[in-house]
């Protein structure tokens, strides 16, 4: 599934090809995509300009010059694949965006989970969402604020997308194993000290993640560039590393179940 890091790399391929064009061509072309934007939707935007492309959480929304928003989710296999119209239709696809400058922008997506959807001028459609990772103002005092009122352990309050937008599961183990707190360590209960080094470790290992998982094999192909393509495998501090050697203090990666989820962490550095 892919994850804040991935959406944020989509979100900035399709500013890149998107912003400042007009829709020319819109198709669904796939019953599951047809439910979240039926054909008359589609029509409805064409001859209209894109006017930004941002992402909120893993959301990425694109505004119109009418004030309407689209709004796309990948969920489990959502990717774009960009190219000139000239090109053969990619495999996969299921939304096709056709812009003024015959760029054709294809949202490919193999399980057909991915949403898109076309949402009033000023229309209130996202979750309560917190603070994000990768923004400026993101801080230890700003997580400590959303942790207040979290009795809980800190590992689920993580995944509270009210805590902290996008985060996932993923990375919410590997900024707890940077942190060096446990996954069971109460959430609002931690140091001054420890939620700063939560935050920051939060935002490292965002802003790592590029460089082990943009531009996977499938980057290209055909002419065609993917946002995400199939990505390298991560080498993961602790996630899916059970009963291996933290590569910290050497002691065993363990696991535990925790509000359904897997969580992974170190026994040994990882303090309560
Ligand atoms: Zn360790």
Sequence with gaps: MPELPEVERATRLLRRSLEGRTLIDVQTLHPSA??????TVAQSVLGHVVTAVERRAKYQLLTLDDG?????????????????????????????????????????????????????AGAVFLPPLGAEP??????????????ARKRGPIKPALLDQRVVAGLG???????????????????????????????????????????????????????????????????????GREGEDCARCGAAVKRIEQAGRSTYYCGGCQRV
Excluded: C
């Design 34 to 39: 047809a439910r979240s934007l039926p054909h």
């Design 169 to 239: 599961n993923i990375y919410a183990a590997e900024a707890l194993w940077e942190a060096r707190i446990h996954p069971l360590a109460k959430a609002n209960r931690l140091s001054v000290a420890r939620v700063t080094r939560l935050a920051d470790a939060a935002r490292e290992v965002l802003e790592r993640a590029p460089s082990a998982r943009y531009y996977g094999k499938r980057a290209t192909e055909n002419g065609y560039t993917y946002a995400l393509g199939d990505g390298d495998d991560e080498s993961w501090r602790v996630y």
């Design 68 to 120: 309407r928003v689209i709004e796309v989710h990948f969920k489990m296999t959502g990717d774009w694949a960009i190219g000139p119209v000239s090109l053969d239709p990619p495999p996969l696809e299921r939304v096709r965006l056709v812009t003024d400058d015959g760029t054709r922008i294809s949202l490919v997506d193999g399980r057909a989970f991915a949403v898109v959807r076309v949402h009033a």
């Design 134 to 147: 990768l923004d400026r103002d993101w801080s230890g005092a700003v997580l400590r604020e959303a942790l």
